[in-house]
């Protein structure tokens, strides 16, 4: 068995059944019967014995929750490594992949073969900590061990991770500029720097843009550039009529992570190339 996931239970005002805390304390979300079936299968323990149905919790034990080696899934794909250390990794995306979800080939599941487990007493299955569309290429941040996990998912809440996109949009646009359009009634901020613009036939102009997102909406950037009338090029969601390129995907890419690390406090920064398709419309 492989441990997946532990979780320190905080004291407790009274006592409650294992399978109704469990569940969602665990990133994988499982569900009530999920967590009930993993536990008949001898795959959760608490403080290091196998955990029954019966067990009640009553504060301050630790949760583990193990995969039956026969069950994981391993998706056989290379993916780029950019940066590694016992604790976390970052690695490339390619767009047209999914990062995690029912699927079977997605990026949680080729990061066992690409990935070294951790030498960390709670070394877990590496796991993304943050999520990239499906249509979008770029750098993604992995967690190797319980303790980074929960540490990561605290600098994206603090927004002290810092990420930069960049994009190819349609038409003219502001050299420079701020985008603060809601999304689902929350607040959103998008920092955008247009870095080079071609003329073209079919879409007037092109344009090489940079954008520093704030906030972390869903869709945010591909929302925000639609909103000003410049779409990004290849989108299929929010586009001008007329306009759709086909065959080539969405011309986003997220180019660079920078954060403290956690536990060295090392500034990390890791950047990657554009893709071959942004360097075809701007060669220079």
């Known amino acids: ?15 409650i059944r294992l399978q109704d805390y469990g569940i969602g304390i665990f990133s994988t979300n499982l569900t009530k019967s999920g967590l009930k079936k993993a536990i008949k299968k001898g795959l959760v ?14 504060g301050n034990e630790t ?13 056989d ?36 073969q690409n990935i070294k487990k951790s030498t960390q007493t709670d070394a877990v299955k590496p796991r993304p900590v943050h999520r990239l569309d499906y249509p979008t290429s770029g750098l993604l941040l992995i967690g190797k061990t319980n303790s980074s996990i929960i540490a990561l998912n605290k600098l994206f809440e603090n927004k002290e991770i810092q990420k930069t996109y960049h994009a190819v949009s349609i038409g003219k646009m502001e050299s420079q500029g701020t985008i603060k359009l809601p999304i689902d ?12 613009t071609v003329t073209s036939e079919r879409f007037g102009f092109l344009n090489l843009v940079k954008l520093s997102p704030k906030t ?26 007329n306009l759709i390129l086909n065959g ?3 011309y986003l890419h997220a180019s660079t992570l920078e954060f403290v690390h956690p536990f ?21």
Not at 2 to 10: A, F, G, N, R
Not at 68 to 74: Q, Y
């Open 77 to 112: 794909f290379d993916l780029k490594v950019l940066f590694e250390d016992d604790i976390l990794a970052v690695i490339y995306k390619p767009a047209g992949i999914l990062v995690s979800g029912n699927s079977f080939a997605t990026i949680d599941n080729a990061l066992f």
């Open 264 to 284: 060295t406090k090392e500034n990390i920064c890791v950047s990657e190339n554009l893709p071959k398709k942004f360097k075809k419309i701007f060669p220079h």
């Open 45 to 58: 323990f608490v403080d290091g014995k196998i955990a029954t149905t019966a067990l009640y919790i009553i």
């Open 185 to 196: 009634d929350k607040k959103s901020l998008t920092h955008f720097k247009v870095l080079k």
């Open 216 to 241: 972390g909406r869903k869709h945010q950037l591909r929302k925000h550039l639609a909103s000003l009338g410049n779409p990004i090029l290849g989108d299929k969601e929010y586009y001008l009529d």
């Open 63 to 75: 949760i583990e929750f193990f995969q039956s080696e026969e069950n994981r899934k391993e998706f």
């Open 248 to 250: 080539k995907g969405l």
């Open 1 to 15: 068995m492989q441990l997946i996931e532990s979780h320190k239970v905080p004291a407790l005002e009274k006592s």
